[in-house]
């Protein structure tokens, strides 16, 4: 079997009796029921993914930044220059981007993994290169790169969150690569009902005359995929290399049982590829934030998945989720310290 295969098998749903232990203890805890809202099914969906209750504190957290170019940037889908993909996978790498800020702010990892820049980076401390090809082909003409690549790209992301999910409580997606909304519009539109006119966004913030050519590439890719191909080939055809290790990440860490916080529009496009491979995996997943992408919203319906935060982000590199991280560790700290009203003495409502 190869690695994906494996982790694939080795992927079981949430466990049910330590989510209704969960429900139960929050219901004793000295608050009304029900009344810390969506971080009731926080706490319950951890306590879930881990198997017990009160679930551990999903500390400490490591985000990890996937990076690859884009083929499709020959488009003129974006301003930007090719070149700043590698530009940044160095700034992060040196501690200067905002996912480092907001990381050292919640004393977080950052491991940022080159699975497909075009052009090479100095190694350095925290930099993985996990390179499976130098940026994909064009999606406009053709497919993105083979589906062997494609595959190698899933794995290297099942590896990263297994290495990390042996030290981490929680793990973070991040992103970065040039054209990859692009990429993400026509994932999103391939594994739900959306259009490209309705799940193609303006990225970096393009004007409208590129817009209309971002519109036009994800049309054109999409006429190229049969409605039976399998998750592996859409992702080939039409995705990018940090995709394919992202949605490989989300499998990882469902297989490590370890909970995932999914970032912006590349996040939850690829895990829209990690639910098509395994439905299971996405029980293991939460949203951070909805961005300001359209696509990403279509994404997080088809996963079932309701964002924690909406703040009209739509930076990448997993600014979003990391933001989205306390509220996750303090459902889960609540569960844990909060007295019930047995232990504390107080009297419940008759």
């Known amino acids: 079997m190869s690695l994906l295969d494996e982790t694939i098998a080795a992927i079981t749903p949430r466990d049910p009796a330590a989510e209704r232990a969960a429900r139960e203890r929050l219901d004793r805890m000295t608050k009304p029921p029900g009344s810390l809202g969506v971080l009731e099914d926080v706490a319950a969906q951890l306590a879930g993914t881990a198997g017990v209750c009160p679930a551990p504190l999903p500390t400490p957290v490591a985000v990890a930044v996937f990076a690859g170019d884009h083929g499709v940037h020959a488009q003129g889908v974006t301003p930007w220059p090719q070149e700043v993909t590698a530009q940044m996978v160095a700034n992060f790498a040196a501690g200067g981007a905002v996912v480092n800020a907001f990381a050292a702010q919640l004393g977080a990892d950052v491991v940022v993994v080159d699975v497909g820049v075009a052009s090479p980076t100095a190694p350095s401390p925290g930099f993985l290169d996990r390179n499976?090809?130098?940026?994909?082909?064009d999606l406009a003409v053709g497919p993105a790169m083979t589906r062997d690549e494609a595959r190698r790209a899933v794995e290297v992301g099942i590896a990263v969150a297994t290495e990390l999910a042996a030290d981490h409580g929680c793990l973070v997606t991040g992103d970065m690569g040039i054209t990859n909304t692009t990429a993400s519009a026509a994932l999103v539109c391939a594994f739900t009902d959306a259009t490209p006119a309705q799940a193609t966004g303006r990225g970096t913030g393009v004007d409208d005359a590129t817009?209309?050519?971002?519109?036009?590439?994800?049309?054109?890719?999409?006429?190229?995929?049969?409605?039976?191909?399998?998750?592996?080939?859409?992702?080939?055809?039409?995705?990018?290399?940090?995709?394919?290790?992202?949605?490989?990440?989300?499998?990882?860490?469902?297989?490590?049982?370890?909970?995932?916080?999914?970032?912006?529009?590349?996040?939850?496009?690829?895990?829209?590829?990690?639910?098509?491979?395994?439905?299971?995996?996405?029980?293991?997943?939460?949203?951070?934030?909805?961005?300001?992408?359209?696509?990403?919203?279509?994404?997080?319906?088809?996963?079932?998945?309701?964002?924690?935060?909406?703040?009209d982000l739509r930076l990448g590199e997993g600014t979003g989720a990391l933001l989205a991280y306390p509220l996750v560790a303090s459902a889960a700290r609540a569960l844990q310290d909060v007295a019930t009203f047995d232990s504390a003495g107080v009297t419940e409502k008759a």
């Open 132 to 137: 499976v090809r130098r940026g994909t082909a």
């Open 211 to 311: 817009l209309d050519r971002k519109v036009d590439v994800v049309t054109r890719a999409l006429t190229r995929l049969d409605a039976d191909a399998d998750p592996l080939t859409v992702l080939a055809e039409v995705g990018g290399l940090e995709h394919a290790a992202l949605a490989g990440f989300v499998l990882g860490a469902a297989a490590a049982r370890v909970p995932v916080l999914l970032d912006g529009v590349i996040a939850g496009s690829a895990a829209l590829v990690a639910a098509a491979l395994c439905p299971t995996a996405v029980e293991h997943a939460l949203a951070g934030h909805v961005s300001a992408e359209p696509g990403h919203a279509y994404a997080l319906r088809a996963l079932g998945l309701r964002p924690l935060l909406g703040l």
